[in-house]
């Protein structure tokens, strides 16, 4: 008797609980979030990339994989390439090579991605061994051989192995745009890596930086890449005048918890008031699992929301541009068919994470931020992996509208827009339907309310229909220049212009 009291008990909860979601649910399908968008401007978006590597950083060897992810008809857009610069000693250039890992291994496909426009970073992950404190490219030695950490022994060298790093990559049609100072400086590895701390980060650029050829090969040196954006160093970088003006832009990384955002957000903070780009340069969402099973990532659906999140998140606090980590493998954008073969890694095939990707690069690229405010939060905010996050945009005669959503219920968006509008192009990711593009009918007007599908990402994009825009819109506007230099319409600082139309002193200039 006990027992059955026990069954009918647990039964009629059950019955409470699944009511009670349901009245959830039908409420939440009913919830009407309200987004008021502002004419308010915040950064340019100067792109999205990812690194030309695959498993185990070997630099990619086909070019097709370059044409997928950077070429004119590509579903995912890309128009920045990271590569490693690897620690070559001076004057090895010209030996034969004997491993993949040396500068030549990313000829061919950093020729690739330029002939489609790519901006090309180089990062270095250790100089070359006879300039560090252990004789080794290895960031130091195990934890049994006592934690031997590489740092830089001969800092007068590190510009000139830049230099001899840009000579090469010129010499083989293969320049490159940046250069960054180092990667993950504030993070001891047993691989290839070097430790700086934010003072002596700041030493060597102060010291040294004069003796990188900026103006030779028309390149820009980016201030680092921590591993969580620690903001102290591009502080003590950005702060003292003489460091900050051999700092083009900053970077780093944001592999942690939500503080790495705000360190982001901070970052901002420091470099946006003296015209300065802020990349996010590498990032992996949602590894699990164990390296030897066949399932080590299959990423879930949920989990390609999440790194939807992590895109927007980063723009959202600042970042002008966002570098994914490998360009080919199971949790990254096109599948390189190794390790885990379930629920799609496909050697050379578009995954899903690609189509993800593809719906902020193919629309941003180019595109301004706008503020925003809602009635359930502000876009000023550092809050991370929320249930749903927004973020708008301008880019042309375009308001851009990205809502993520990871519940299980749908809601209806009303968003109030800054100028008359009487278009929209509406593309939604769901997991049974990616990149789901239509056209919907509207009225010419100032607000639009639609649905937005459960679990999905999905991009509104307004087109304005207002006289006013062709003298107020920011997009033609370069990011703001704080000296006589030049700038092409997207941002980027040209040390010797040719012909063209160019950004001086935040007017247009013909040559």
Known sequence: MKSLTRTKRTLFCA??????????LTSAAQTTVRLNVTAETRQKITGFGAAAMGYLMRPLDDTKLIDMAYGPESKIGLNILRMEMSPNLIGDVTTPWDTPYDWHGYLDVVRAAKAHGAIILASPWSPPAVYKTNNSASGGNSEEQGYVHGKLSQPSKLFTWFNTFLTYMHNNDADVD????????????????????????????KDYAGRLTKEKFNVRLLGGEPLGFNPEYYRLLLEDPETEKYIDLIGGHVYGNYQCKTNLNTAAGYAEPLGKEVWMTEHIVNPRGDEDTENRYNPTWHEQLLFAEDVNECLINGATAYVYWYLASEFSFIGDGKVCTTPGNVKDELLPRGIIMGQFARNLKGATQLKWTSNLSSSLTNNVNQNFEMSAFIKGDSLIVNVIDTLSREFNLEVTLPYYVDKLHKISSTEDALY??????????????????????????FHIDDEALSIAAPRETARPVMDDAYYTLDGRRIVNPGKGVFIRNGKKIVR
């Not at 990667?183 to 700041?202: A, I, M």
């Not at 309310?449 to 991009?459: D, G, M, V």
């Open 15 to 24: 019955c409470l609980s699944l009511c009670a979601m349901a009245q959830a």
């Open 178 to 205: 940046v250069v960054t100072l180092q990667n993950e400086p504030d993070w001891w590895v047993g691989y290839s890596g070097c430790e700086y701390t934010p003072q002596e980060l700041h030493d060597v650029v």
């Open 436 to 461: 789901d593009e239509t056209d919907v009918e509207m009225e010419r007007g100032k607000t639009f309310t639609c649905l937005i599908p459960a679990r999905s990402f999905t991009t509104l994009i």
